[in-house]
């Protein structure tokens, strides 16, 4: 069975640093993409940044220049690099994994970590 487990989550300063990280476990065959989503209360989930297996990423323009999405492909693992953090990133987090569980491939996601930016 299929597990995306997040963690690193928590309550941090602002112009604090944050490191999330997620990883994959189950009989996965291939990953084609990981990344990380957010929604603050109120607001629609949000694409913070993504990466594909090649190592292309996407990044939300907000937090370009502060985040950085980084993976370990040997342990299924993602990483979030979060500096300069403002009390407008408060939100929960959600890892998203594009990927394929024997013949069938879909999207996955994680329970959700909460970060919290605030003095």
């Known amino acids: 069975q299929l597990q995306l487990v997040e963690s690193g989550g928590g309550l941090v300063q602002p112009g604090g640093s944050l490191t999330l990280s997620c990883a994959a476990s189950?009989?996965?065959?291939?990953?084609?993409?990981m990344g990380w989503y957010r929604q603050a209360p109120g607001k629609q989930r949000e694409l913070v940044v993504a990466?594909?297996?090649?190592?292309?990423?996407t990044y939300a323009d907000s937090v370009k220049g502060r985040f950085t999405i980084s993976r370990d492909n040997a342990k299924n693992t993602v990483y979030l690099q979060m500096n300069s953090l403002k009390p407008e990133d408060t939100a929960v987090y959600y890892c998203?994994?594009?990927?394929?569980?024997?013949?069938?491939?879909?999207?996955?996601w994680g329970q959700g970590t909460q970060v919290t930016v605030s003095s």
């Open positions: 189950g009989t996965i065959f291939s990953i084609y993409s």
């Open positions: 990466i594909t297996s090649g190592g292309s990423t």
């Open positions: 998203n994994a594009d990927l394929r569980v024997g013949p069938h491939r879909g999207s996955y």
